[in-house]
């Protein structure tokens, strides 16, 4: 490993979802529960969700922010007065693909591209004992909204839909 290169010690990662997001999963019977260890918290006076996840390892590239960061928990998504529900737990954040991967309905070997993650507009401050990266965009895969639409039947998702923005703590 690089002198660069540094293995995670822990962290969190919180997703904030977007204006809008929260009242129209909520318009269309769909609502989203923090799967423990993670938790979920309204933000902004109600109008959206904040999901956080602990970091359980991984490593990064302190100079090109390069990496993979592991978490625990995840979000269930369930159907008002349905059984219609999807799990996505588990997350893995590939930094350098730019994508955020989940274990879906706790099947390891069903792991799917659910998220694409863009650092463009990001911040980043790094200290001696962590780094800490906010500002962080969260767009839909076409593999998640195809997945999302056709479990709950709708066409509220769309690859490319911005779900919201993350920022993540992470001890080095």
Known sequence: ASA????????????????????????????PVAIKPGTER????????????????????????????YHRGG??????????KIEVSDFVINVHQGVLTAEVNGNAKARVPLLNV????????????????SGIVLTLTKTAASALDTTFGTTLFKAGLELGTAS???KV
């Open 42 to 69: 309204s933000v902004c006076g109600g109008s959206a969700v904040r999901f956080t996840f602990p970091v359980t390892g991984g490593w990064v590239n302190l100079a090109t922010l390069h990496g993979t960061i």
């Open 75 to 84: 979000i269930l998504f369930l159907a008002r007065g349905t059984s219609k």
């Open 4 to 31: 660069s290169q540094v293995w995670l010690k822990g962290g969190d990662t919180s997703v904030t979802t977007a204006p809008g997001i929260a009242a129209a999963l909520l318009s269309h019977g769909i609502t």
């Open 118 to 133: 863009s650092l463009a507009h990001a911040s980043i401050h790094k200290g001696r004992h962590s780094v800490r990266i």
């Open 168 to 170: 993540t703590t992470l």
